[in-house]
């Protein structure tokens, strides 16, 4: 059975630093592009940045360019994200997803498996 499990999220000041982490089981993602998004209540499910199966290639929503930075050791089968000047705006839950092609996307139903959400809240 596939799974996908993050951990690392927590409560922040704004300003501080969390990083979120997402190790999958049941199979290898080596090949796959991975990425991660987050929700809040009430909206829909938002992209926030994916990378390729090699890592060759990153892409992030306009809100955390500059400050998230997603990082995958294809060893441990784990994607990683680096949140820098967190904001009260990324509060959160956020959730890993792998899709079944290489090639980085930033459309939630482009992903084909997701994990159960990690929540972050940032308080100013």
């Known amino acids: 059975q596939v799974q996908l499990v993050e951990s690392g999220g927590g409560l922040v000041q704004a300003g501080g630093s969390l990083r979120l982490s997402c190790v999958a089981s049941?199979?290898?993602?080596?090949?796959?592009?991975l990425g991660w998004f987050r929700q809040t209540p009430g909206k829909e499910r938002e992209f926030v940045a994916g990378?390729?199966?090699?890592?060759?290639?990153?892409y992030y929503a306009d809100s955390v360019k500059g400050r998230f930075t997603i990082s995958r050791d294809n060893a441990k089968n784990t994607v990683y994200l680096q949140m820098n000047s967190l904001k009260p705006e990324d509060t959160a839950v956020y959730y890993c997803?792998?899709?079944?092609?290489?090639?980085?996307?930033?459309?939630?139903?482009?992903?084909?498996?997701w994990g159960q959400g990690t929540q972050v809240t940032v308080s100013s």
């Open positions: 990378i390729s199966w090699s890592g060759g290639s990153t």
């Open positions: 997803a792998a899709r079944e092609r290489p090639i980085v996307a930033s459309s939630w139903n482009d992903f084909d498996y």
């Open positions: 049941g199979r290898t993602f080596r090949r796959n592009a």
